[in-house]
Every structure is written in structure tokens, then in C-alpha cells.
């Protein structure tokens, strides 16, 4: 069992920037992919990134040009670095494998507003 703890959520006005980070109790770097997942009031949970092993990235529409998904495997974290925020990105972010494998951690909560 995995267990992620994610961190770095906060109250940011439309425009602005938060770097979420995601902090693994295994090894990364056995997954093939991890990816950050958001859940909005009333919405489903949603994947917004994903990185696989090779670096390679994948990312929602909603998010692309504007959200950066990195790994440390060495350090076991997943990073998510958004920029450019709009008040649709207001969510709990979340990060597990994908697909996802193990329990959802408590998530950090983004608000983005003026």
C-alpha cells in the first residue's frame, strides 16, 4: 500500500500561481504513470496531468498551456505547477497512479478567486 500526502493549496486570486507537490510513502518510480486528479463542488474527480516514467506528459484541455506535471522519483513527490488560474481551476487536488491504484489521500484544497 501507497500512501500519498498532497500539500501547497491555497487561496489565489484569478491569474495567479500555486506549485502543489505530492509526497509518496513508496517508490515512484516503479509506476509506469502518476498523475495530479482534481475534484470541483458538485463534479466528478477528474485527471488533469499525467507523467509517465519517460517524462513523457499528458494533459486535460482545461488545463493545457498552463499546468506542468513533474516527478522526482528519487524523492518520491509529484509536483504540479499551475500557473495563469482561473476560478474554474477551484478544486481539491489529489495525486495517485494511474490508473489509480491505491486509496486517495485528503487532497489539497485550491481556490481560486478574486
Known amino acids: 500500500q501507497v500512501e500519498f500526502v498532497e500539500s501547497g493549496g491555497g487561496l489565489v486570486q484569478p491569474g495567479g500561481s500555486l506549485s502543489l507537490s505530492c509526497a509518496a510513502s513508496?517508490?515512484?518510480?516503479?509506476?509506469?504513470?502518476v498523475g495530479w486528479y482534481r475534484q470541483a463542488p458538485g463534479n466528478q474527480r477528474e485527471l488533469v496531468a499525467t507523467?509517465?516514467?519517460?517524462?513523457?506528459?499528458n494533459y486535460a484541455d482545461s488545463v493545457k498551456g498552463r499546468f506542468t506535471i513533474s516527478r522526482d522519483n528519487d524523492k518520491n513527490t509529484a509536483l504540479l505547477q499551475m500557473n495563469n488560474l482561473k476560478p474554474e481551476d477551484t478544486a481539491v487536488y489529489y495525486c495517485?497512479?494511474?490508473?489509480?491504484?491505491?486509496?486517495w489521500g485528503q487532497g489539497t484544497h485550491v481556490t481560486v478567486s478574486s
Open positions: 507523467i509517465y516514467i519517460t517524462g513523457n506528459t
Open positions: 495517485n497512479t494511474v490508473p489509480r491504484l491505491y486509496d
Open positions: 513508496g517508490s515512484l518510480s516503479g509506476f509506469l504513470r
